[in-house]
């Protein structure tokens, strides 16, 4: 598991319904690409965050696919638009097989 | 200035092949189109391996990401769900020289449409 | 003859030189570049300043007798000393030192005497170009401007600082707002500064949006202050058009660090700016120049101008402009009292450090201009001999004053041509393809014809080789023929060359400073005598 992991998001805690929304997401992580060779000329293994998804009340805001150029530390924002009060849920997938989880809660007025 | 810098600074060679095959690949064979799509990126990079772009395609189902000039030009797929806001997505990625980024948008009708940015990698220089 | 000139010179007068019709409601006042110059300099103006692409032979590409053409300007009278390259030496005898922050300080009252709240407004590269500053951390020309009453400023050498030093000033020591709307955190990408402040004079609501050098973490050290993003962000400064436009505002100033070129596409592309009070590039135009219904306005370096609009802002809108760029003679115009004592302050600790002559020189020293520039020519010599090397680079830095034939070299005069916050020596080797790679990279950010992708200085200055440069090739075929002087063979790229220099951008660059490799090489030198450098080889201008 890659070390120091860390998932950020930022998500207003108040909408009115129907309003739309500014989602920015970041996850702490190397993004190792697979390019590159340590000091004894070994090629470093890939390892990254191949896939991101931003769900909210189990239906899909966004899904993206993530390759080795996407920088370190991969940034994302977006939008979503709701009707409801309920969770957003923010899930990232590790190469390694872990997955990372973020939630959060959003009130509509 | 520009000491002891090793950046790579000039065009990268273009890998035209495979941006070609990948957009070939994500269009099924079809050519796309222009306009509808716009692809927002700085003119040259503050930093080759954090450069801040942004799509947006309104209507858009997907969106795939290809840096031309690096040796695998692929970079991310965006698909909107049902209760995306918008069709505008915003990353950072990595460009291995100056080269074109290119946005390709696959429309809720089927059809495609493409746009491209020139970003320009640089050692760094001497402003004043 | 210089007897005509001496005349000429009595015959201006300080009434001549602030006299203004006073007419609208609206007075702006642009000082710019400044590069921490608080008492009086010579400084020449380029001889070379090639202009590429839409702009060849524009404003402010145009020097010496073809400027003096432009403007109708007369030979060897006052505005040509100011404006022009020629006959410079003669001239600057005649004519004397220009700037000095009394000096300006004497402008700006004289102007709020006729028009009490106009508007100051500073473009930046202030508080970087001195033995003072450097020694203060910029201390001297922040008191210096906060005196002077300035009403906002934007930036760029301000973050060579540090940005701990630089939030420091912003927040404990400056008395006005710190403008950058094209400033942004890495992180979350949200605004570091305010964009844009909102005035309101003579009835009319004014904004006066800031916009910082846009290519500063490639052109300057990016780690000094890591957390930032700049860029021109178009689309931002359109938003923010509008948004001032939004909340009323009837007359829409920028107050810019782009750079000409770049300001005058933006002007072009960004509806709804009325003015711009251009920076970075260092022109002093004497007439504004109009893109669509945006004036661009350029006012100099070092002290040399201050610019003075006059606006007539009526029914919503700008009606019209009436412009001077007022030309800062240092004998001409009487010094400030209040600032002469906080400029003497604070150069009363250094005195000793500034004032020791360490030689002299017979020829002109000066830096501007689009190619090598005597100033540099002296500091590669000065690298290639104290640092061994075969080959020295210098930066295109814009900023650094000027020192006739028979003055003495002090130390304050070094400084004004190297002082800043990274000036280590380097010595380092570089294959023959490298530095063509390099040559190509920076003359691609002079010469790119989209100014967008134009994002610095001069070119490299070079010392030890030659080189032929053909200005409208594209990157990676402009520069051939590279020589190695001392031997007169071609580079060789597969070979292996030590090469010195000084700013690099990178972190943990080592070797001595700049300054005392300079002054060790001037020492030995006694009086300083530089040949004409003909290495450089321009094509297609
Ligand atoms: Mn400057
Ligand atoms: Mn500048």
């Not at chain 2, 696959?106 to 050692?123: L, N, Y």
């Not at chain 3, 951008?505 to 450098?533: A, L, M």
Request: net charge negative; hydrophobic share 40%.
């Amino acid at each position: 598991m890659a070390e120091n992991v860390r998932p950020r998001v930022r998500v207003p805690a108040t909408v009115a319904a129907g309003e739309t929304i500014t989602i920015k997401t970041l996850i702490s992580h190397n993004m190792e690409s697979g390019q590159r060779k340590d000091g004894d000329g070994n090629v470093i293994p890939r390892s990254i965050i191949n896939r991101f998804t931003c769900d909210f009340n189990g239906q899909n805001v966004i899904d993206v696919t993530l390759e080795p150029a996407i920088s370190r530390n991969p940034f994302f924002e977006f939008q979503a638009t709701i009707s409801e009060s309920g969770t957003f849920q923010f899930t990232w997938y590790d190469d390694d097989g872990s997955v990372y989880e973020e939630q959060k809660e959003i009130a509509v007025e | 200035a520009i000491g002891g810098a090793v950046v790579a600074a000039l065009p990268m060679p273009v890998f035209a092949a495979a941006t070609e095959d990948q957009i070939a690949e994500f269009t099924g064979g079809v050519e796309p189109g222009t306009g509808g799509i716009t692809l927002t990126a700085p003119e040259i990079a503050e930093n080759g391996n954090t450069v801040p772009i942004e799509v947006d395609a309104p209507g858009a189902v997907s969106i795939i990401i290809l840096a031309a000039g690096n040796p695998n030009p692929g970079v991310a797929t965006f698909n909107f769900g049902p209760l995306a806001g918008s069709h505008v997505a915003s990353t950072r990625i990595r460009l291995a020289g100056t080269q074109d980024v290119v946005a390709v948008a696959k429309m809720a009708d089927g059809s495609f449409v493409q746009a491209s940015q020139e970003v320009k990698v640089t050692i760094g220089g001497c402003g004043g | 003859g210089n007897w005509s000139r001496l005349a000429a010179q009595q015959a201006l007068t300080q009434e001549d030189l602030l006299g203004f019709n006073t007419t609208g409601n609206v007075t702006l006042v642009h000082i710019t570049d400044i590069h921490a110059q608080l008492k009086p300099i010579y400084f020449r103006e380029p001889e070379i300043n090639l202009g590429v692409g839409g702009v060849i032979g524009k404003p402010p590409h145009v020097t010496g007798a073809d400027f003096r053409e432009l403007y109708g300007l007369g030979q060897g009278s006052a505005l040509d000393y100011a404006l022009t390259y020629d006959d410079f030496t003669a001239l600057a005898k005649g004519y004397g030192r220009m700037g000095g922050m009394d000096r300006i300080a004497t402008v700006v009252k004289s102007i709020r005497t006729d028009r009490p709240d106009a508007l100051v407004l500073d473009g930046g590269d202030t508080w970087q170009g001195s033995l003072t500053a450097l020694r203060t951390n910029g201390r001297d020309m922040v008191e210096t401007f906060n005196l002077l009453g300035t009403d906002a400023m934007t930036s760029h050498w301000e973050f060579t600082l540090g940005i701990d030093r630089v939030m420091e000033i912003v927040e404990n020591e400056l008395n006005h707002p710190f403008l950058g709307a094209n400033i942004f955190d890495t992180m979350w990408d949200e605004r570091a500064f305010e964009p844009y402040k909102m005035f309101e004079r003579g009835g009319v609501p004014i904004a006066v949006i800031g916009q910082a050098f846009p290519y500063m973490p490639i052109a300057n050290p990016g780690w000094m202050f890591p957390d930032l993003s700049f860029g021109i962000r178009q689309d931002n400064m359109a938003e923010m058009v509008a948004e001032v436009r939004g909340k009323g505002a009837e007359l829409v100033v920028l107050l810019s660090h782009n750079g000409f070129d770049v300001d005058r596409k933006l002007a072009a592309d960004v509806e709804g700016i009325d003015i711009i009070l251009t920076g970075h590039t260092h022109d002093a135009l004497p007439e504004p120049v109009l893109v669509g219904k945006t004036h661009l306005i350029a006012s100099g370096s070092h002290g040399k101008f201050v610019s003075r609009l006059d606006l007539d802002v009526r029914d919503g809108g700008l009606q019209s402009v009436n412009h001077k760029l007022i030309p800062i003679f240092s004998d001409v115009i009487a010094k400030d009292p209040e600032m002469s004592a906080l400029v003497d302050s604070h150069r009363a600790p250094y005195k000793d450090e500034l004032e020791e002559v360490i030689g002299s020189t017979d020829s002109l020293l000066y830096r501007r201009g689009n190619f090598n520039g005597t100033w540099d020519d002296l500091i590669c010599n000065a690298l290639i001999s104290e640092r061994e090397a075969d080959i020295a680079f210098s930066p295109g830095f814009r900023w650094g004053a000027s020192l006739l034939p028979g003055q003495d070299i002090t130390r304050e005069d070094i400084f004004n041509a190297t002082a800043m916050s990274y000036p280590e020596a380097y010595r380092t080797e570089m294959t023959g393809e490298f530095i063509h790679t390099i040559l190509e990279d920076v003359a691609d950010n002079l010469f790119n014809p989209d100014p967008y992708y134009q994002q610095g200085g001069d070119m490299v200055r070079v010392g030890g080789m030659g080189y032929r440069i053909d200005i409208n090739k594209p990157q990676g075929e402009r520069i051939t023929e590279m020589t190695l002087l001392k031997s007169g063979e071609q580079i060789d790229p597969a070979k292996t060359y030590v090469v010195a220099g000084w700013a690099s951008v990178n972190e943990g660059t080592e070797g001595p400073t700049i300054w005392d490799v300079v002054e060790s090489h001037i020492r030995k030198q006694g009086t300083v005598s530089i040949e004409p450098n003909d290495s450089v080889e321009v094509v297609g201008a």
